[in-house]
């Protein structure tokens, strides 16, 4: 018996380190320490800040004022409010702006933590979304013109190859079961991993002890990609995390996942 | 009419990019980043190759164009200046094992490396390889004949040269590694005594 399975880790090295790291999520259980950035986000939620000196809870994420159970699995979607199609982190930028009265080039001026900071406001409430939709289908809006012409948009970017390294995101993203490294990279333009890895986002990233969300996890692609960098709530960042969204549709929310 | 122009243009040789990729497509990106460090948005622009090569993979490819390409891609390879195609294998596997250089957050006065082990294996003694390239262990095995040594330069240059739209990068082409680091990365691969020329147990 001990013998096959030290074959079976010669065989199979990069399986045999995905089997530590699933043993270790194993070990962790329900333990993610994600579970504090949920109920800070919750906390923030139903906080009266800014000038208005309102809460978040009037709020409409796409399902209504105020409601948040399943809103994230259909983002990105289309507002009429707004007419454009917008991720969940600058729908919430948008209502921190109109129902608190606060400046966006304040409350998205810093989006994302930076290593050793404790995460940031938008963090904690889109991981407390994240959770509002944990187990829920992932199902994005695609009923609307520009929420489909997001879609496409997204696919052309996804294989737009640029920079030095001539890196695209498909240089890492379009082939199943391969590795970087010893990293398992998902085939993003394949329902199943694109469900696996979409659905899993937001994740608390043990090697940085934070949590990040999915806007946070596009914008390290690009500096590994070696190109500029990617703008907080573009519509590089809103067509990709479509593309990913719609592709990953049918699938179950996991987040907040837990990360390397 | 432009798709016309644009495969004359580039029969001709004349490297200037026409605009077979929608307008909006490069206004949308460009509106979407901003410079960081030493990746400014100038890196956003895109060669001809890259914009042959940015197709969903279902799309078809005109052969045409990409033959032209391929043969500007060969033509265009720098071999070494003095002949020697083969530097330090140790200082080659240094080159191969760095994965720092071009990102906005690396130092632009520090040496580049080749992040080899990224997508390939080599020494075996590196647990710690990628799989997105074919592995690369006993790669000397193949000699050091010019046949071969002008082969991997090639290779290592400019992939493009044989295999068009590989997900490579342009090493020598694009000035990720200078010579002197090529020809240490060409030793890492063909030095018999290098640590990918060892046996696999």
Same mark, same amino acid.
């Given at each position: 018996?001990?013998?096959?399975?030290?074959?079976?880790?010669?065989?199979?090295?990069?399986?045999?380190?995905?089997?530590?790291?699933?043993?270790?999520?194993?070990?962790?259980?329900?333990?993610?320490?994600?579970?504090?950035?949920?109920?800070?986000?919750?906390?923030?939620?139903?906080?009266?800040?800014?000038?208005?000196?309102?809460?978040?809870?009037?709020?409409?994420?796409?399902?209504?004022?105020?409601?948040?159970?399943?809103?994230?699995?259909?983002?990105?979607?289309?507002?009429?409010?707004?007419?454009?199609?917008?991720?969940?982190?600058?729908?919430?930028?948008?209502?921190?702006?109109?129902?608190?009265?606060?400046?966006?080039?304040?409350?998205?001026?810093?989006?994302?933590?930076?290593?050793?900071?404790?995460?940031?406001?938008?963090?904690?409430?889109?991981?407390?979304?994240?959770?509002?939709?944990?187990?829920?289908?992932?199902?994005?809006?695609?009923?609307?013109?520009?929420?489909?012409?997001?879609?496409?948009?997204?696919?052309?970017?996804?294989?737009?190859?640029?920079?030095?390294?001539?890196?695209?995101?498909?240089?890492?993203?379009?082939?199943?079961?391969?590795?970087?490294?010893?990293?398992?990279?998902?085939?993003?333009?394949?329902?199943?991993?694109?469900?696996?890895?979409?659905?899993?986002?937001?994740?608390?990233?043990?090697?940085?002890?934070?949590?990040?969300?999915?806007?946070?996890?596009?914008?390290?692609?690009?500096?590994?990609?070696?190109?500029?960098?990617?703008?907080?709530?573009?519509?590089?960042?809103?067509?990709?995390?479509?593309?990913?969204?719609?592709?990953?549709?049918?699938?179950?929310?996991?987040?907040?996942?837990?990360?390397? | 009419?432009?798709?016309?122009?644009?495969?004359?243009?580039?029969?001709?040789?004349?490297? =200037? &990019?026409?605009?077979?990729?929608?307008?909006? !497509?490069? #206004? +949308?990106?460009?509106?979407?980043?901003? /410079?960081?460090?030493?990746?400014?948005?100038?890196?956003?622009?895109?060669?001809?190759?890259?914009?042959?090569?940015?197709?969903?993979?279902?799309?078809?490819?005109?052969?045409? =164009? &990409?033959?032209?390409?391929?043969?500007?891609? !060969?033509? #265009? +390879?720098?071999?070494?200046?003095?002949? /020697?195609?083969?530097?330090?294998?140790?200082?080659?596997?240094?080159?191969?094992?760095?994965?720092?250089?071009?990102?906005?957050?690396?130092?632009?006065?520090?040496?580049?490396?080749?992040?080899?082990?990224?997508?390939?294996?080599?020494?075996?003694?590196?647990?710690?390889?990628?799989?997105?390239?074919?592995?690369?262990?006993?790669?000397?095995?193949?000699?050091?004949?010019?046949?071969?040594?002008?082969?991997?330069?090639?290779?290592?240059?400019?992939?493009?040269?044989?295999?068009?739209?590989?997900?490579?990068?342009?090493?020598?082409?694009?000035?990720?590694?200078?010579?002197?680091?090529?020809?240490?990365?060409?030793?890492?691969?063909?030095?018999?005594?290098?640590?990918?020329?060892?046996?696999?147990?």
């Amino acid at each position: 018996m001990i013998t096959r399975w030290c074959l079976l880790w010669l065989a199979f090295p990069a399986w045999a380190d995905e089997g530590v790291f699933d043993q270790y999520r194993d070990l962790m259980g329900d333990d993610n320490p994600a579970i504090f950035v949920i109920d800070e986000g919750e906390e923030f939620w139903y906080q009266s800040q800014g000038p208005s000196g309102a809460t978040l809870e009037a709020c409409d994420l796409g399902l209504g004022a105020g409601v948040t159970r399943g809103a994230y699995a259909q983002f990105p979607r289309y507002f009429a409010d707004t007419d454009r199609v917008m991720d969940i982190e600058t729908r919430l930028i948008h209502c921190m702006e109109t129902l608190q009265g606060r400046d966006r080039t304040v409350t998205a001026a810093k989006p994302y933590s930076l290593r050793g900071d404790f995460g940031t406001e938008l963090e904690a409430l889109v991981t407390w979304l994240a959770a509002e939709s944990e187990g829920v289908v992932i199902a994005p809006e695609q009923g609307h013109p520009k929420e489909r012409a997001m879609y496409a948009l997204g696919e052309e970017i996804f294989f737009y190859r640029a920079g030095p390294h001539d890196f695209s995101c498909a240089t890492c993203h379009e082939q199943s079961d391969k590795r970087i490294r010893l990293q398992q990279l998902p085939n993003l333009t394949d329902h199943h991993d694109a469900a696996d890895a979409y659905g899993s986002w937001p994740a608390y990233r043990m090697s940085q002890g934070l949590v990040r969300t999915m806007g946070w996890r596009l914008q390290d692609c690009f500096r590994q990609q070696r190109w500029p960098g990617l703008t907080f709530g573009s519509e590089v960042s809103i067509a990709l995390q479509t593309y990913m969204a719609v592709n990953a549709a049918g699938g179950i929310m996991t987040a907040p996942g837990l990360k390397r | 009419m432009k798709t016309t122009l644009w495969k004359m243009t580039l029969l001709l040789g004349i490297g =200037i &990019a026409p605009t077979a990729v929608s307008e909006d !497509l490069a #206004a +949308v990106i460009q509106a979407s980043f901003s /410079d960081r460090g030493q990746a400014t948005l100038l890196r956003l622009e895109q060669d001809p190759l890259q914009q042959h090569c940015s197709q969903p993979r279902d799309q078809p490819v005109d052969d045409e =164009i &990409a033959m032209a390409l391929r043969q500007q891609r !060969l033509d #265009a +390879v720098v071999f070494p200046a003095d002949g /020697d195609f083969l530097g330090d294998w140790q200082r080659g596997a240094t080159v191969a094992a760095s994965g720092r250089g071009l990102q906005f957050n690396d130092d632009p006065s520090i040496a580049n490396g080749g992040n080899c082990y990224a997508c390939h294996q080599l020494a075996p003694s590196e647990v710690a390889y990628g799989t997105l390239g074919p592995s690369l262990t006993q790669y000397g095995l193949r000699g050091q004949s010019d046949a071969m040594l002008r082969y991997t330069w090639t290779k290592l240059w400019d992939t493009h040269a044989f295999n068009l739209c590989s997900h490579m990068p342009r090493f020598g082409a694009q000035k990720i590694l200078d010579e002197q680091q090529l020809k240490d990365v060409m030793a890492f691969l063909l030095d018999p005594n290098s640590s990918v020329n060892q046996p696999t147990e």
